[in-house]
């Protein structure tokens, strides 16, 4: 994969380049100390992956993504833990690394950004897209693909994916939890997990911090908890 690393500290970037160089299947094209110069790069060139900063002067790398119009696979490397749940809602961002960065945790990463199939442009858009009654469109392959609502049991994002598994079959789109979120009935899904969505009405059993549905066990976050415990009709 051709990369590009954008930081504004320079050991940072040392640092990064010298993980890169231990993994034959990156390739460093140009380092970058602020977004502006990157931005200048990217609209010349095409690159698969960037390493980017989060707290950059001027210019965050939240602000840098949103000038992209088809951005590459990014993984976001910070010193910083706290933006980890605002990074996945963007869906070029393929992982987050705290820095100081393990080799362990940097091969980690590359394997994921490896094993998401990159989105040809001209079905960059192609996503969910809309729901009627009980029925959800989605686009896959430059086909409308009609999905009946009450048959999915459960929504996983995955990278730049969402997966949508229902009773028959599966389906693997491009989009986030969130835009689906806004398609689906609130009466029977509700989103327990920054990374899962599920029908409420296929669970089939609740134990500790997790739920059964079908053969899938999801976890539930301490913060869904409580809406999931209040959707329930208990006895």
Do not use: W
């Not at 930081?7 to 160089?21: G, H, K, N, P, Y």
């Not at 897209?129 to 994002?157: C, F, H, M, Q, W």
Request: overall charge neutral; glycine content about 2%.
């Amino acid at each position: 994969m051709n990369c590009i690393i954008i930081d504004d500290e320079a050991t940072a970037r040392a640092i990064i380049s010298q993980l890169c160089s231990n993994n034959s299947s990156l390739t460093i094209l140009e380092e970058f100390p602020n977004a502006i110069e990157a931005i200048k790069y990217l609209n010349q060139n095409k690159v698969d992956l960037i390493f980017l900063d989060i707290h950059m002067p001027d210019f965050t790398g939240f602000d840098f993504i949103q000038t992209l119009k088809n951005p590459p696979k990014i993984i976001l490397t910070t010193s910083d833990p706290k933006f980890a749940i605002e990074a996945f809602e963007y869906d070029c961002i393929v992982d987050y690394l705290v820095k100081p960065i393990t080799l362990p945790r940097f091969e980690k990463a590359i394997k994921k950004a490896e094993s998401i199939p990159s989105i040809p442009k001209n079905i960059m858009d192609g996503k969910v897209e809309t729901s009627s009654g009980n029925d959800l469109y989605v686009n896959i392959d430059r086909r409308l693909i009609k999905i009946d609502i009450p048959s999915i049991y459960l929504v996983e994002a995955k990278g730049d994916y969402i997966q949508v598994k229902t009773e028959e079959k599966n389906y693997t789109v491009h989009s986030t939890l969130k835009k689906i979120e806004e398609k689906l009935p609130n009466n029977l899904f509700l989103k327990i997990h920054r990374s899962y969505i599920i029908n409420v009405q296929k669970i089939i059993d609740i134990e500790d911090n997790s739920v059964l549905i079908k053969k899938d066990v999801i976890p539930v976050s301490r913060s869904n908890r409580p809406e999931l415990m209040k959707r329930l009709n208990l006895l």
